[in-house]
């Protein structure tokens, strides 16, 4: 399997090597059905199960293969990847390492939710890494999932635009 893999919207060029290790290591791997936070079945990297899944009303418990987790966080990453293509048409300019930052946001919140960071959509989109940073501090989703969270906008106001 390539590391970089092109996004087939846009061609961006982005190490899913290095970002299954990142997301694996904010969301961990659970290899059967379990019960998110909210109750939500939910399996492998944070995949929340859906009608389409063969997972799908099946018990807590039930075992799934480290090769289905990773086709499911491929298909799931591919998804984020594409919305933040969608909410940051021109993010092909970013340095990878925002690019890995905001699909992982995605991945944890959501398009939906991403979405209404709007000051922090302006700032990347002037390139302002480190006020980006704080909006993001400044968030309901930072107080929710602080450690990660820090993580993440602890490297975004460390780019510097030469860096990719």
């Excluded at 904010?26 to 389409?52: C, M």
Aim: glycine fraction near 6%.
């Amino acid at each position: 399997m390539q590391s970089k893999r092109q996004s087939q919207t846009t061609g961006v060029n982005m190490d899913r090597e290095k970002l299954y290790e990142e997301i694996k290591a904010d969301e961990g791997e659970v290899l059967e059905v379990y019960l998110d936070h909210l109750g939500y079945p939910t399996i492998g990297i944070g995949h929340l199960v859906t009608a389409e899944d063969e997972e799908f009303g099946k018990p807590p418990g039930t075992a799934i293969t480290a090769e289905r987790s990773r086709e499911l966080f491929a298909r799931d990453i591919q998804s984020a990847i594409e919305d933040c293509e969608r909410l940051y048409g021109q993010w092909h300019n970013w340095p990878e390492e925002v690019q890995r930052i905001m699909v992982n946001m995605c991945f944890n919140l959501g398009a939906t939710r991403l979405e209404k960071f709007r000051q922090m959509r302006f700032h990347l989109s002037q390139h302002q890494w480190r006020q980006a940073a704080a909006e993001g501090r400044d968030s309901r989703w930072y107080k929710q999932v602080t450690n990660r969270a820090e993580r993440l906008m602890t490297r975004l106001e460390n780019v510097s635009n030469g860096n990719n």
